[in-house]
């Protein structure tokens, strides 16, 4: 749905006219509140190939478009055919374990196979230091776009499979902004049900199979 179309999908509900630059902000609003909720299939991304060009650097910037990690880090040496899962600490941590790539040279580094990362700063940080700029490092995670949602906008997001819970988000904000606090929390119930159905039917696509004991015949 374009947001012309959008709008006057929410008017059916809401009636006035008169708040249409509110209209349009409670979307925006309500569609970066979604991205936030949920980790919807339909904006979930792959970057891989990512590599270090330079020697002594163990940071790597996140996708501009990042919103949550899903998962962890994956680090590639195609010169031995090794792949490694790394495993997430905290930035306070990770800077206990590797405090002398603060002031140690270079080549002076206890540099290797990446085992750990940390995010923080909209960076990936490394650790240990990766000793080679061949490794090749793959994240899975989902997007964010905080892009501004007016009459000419092509697609609103989420509103073609999920128009009625977006549409609910909406007329929320707008209820709470008029301070028809009752009305926004009708609306506010129904949309919270409804992103909890999304989170659900995702996380069952991607659901795998390690629960099913499978017996020879």
Partial sequence: MTGSDFYTYVLKKFKRTDKETECYQAMTDTISDMRLQIVSEDYKEEAYNVGIDTDGEYRIALPADFSHL??????????????????????????????????????DMDTALPKVFCIFGGQIYLGPVPDKLTYKYQINYSTEDSTEITSATTTVPFATKYRNILRAGVLSELHDGLENFQEAQYWRQLYIEGLSKINSNDLDNIRDESNVSYNGV
């Fill in 70 to 107: 899903i998962g962890r880090v994956t680090v590639v040496d195609p010169d031995n055919n090794d792949v490694r899962t790394l495993s997430k600490i905290s930035k306070e941590e990770y800077d206990i374990i590797y405090g002398e790539r603060l002031f140690d040279a270079v080549g």
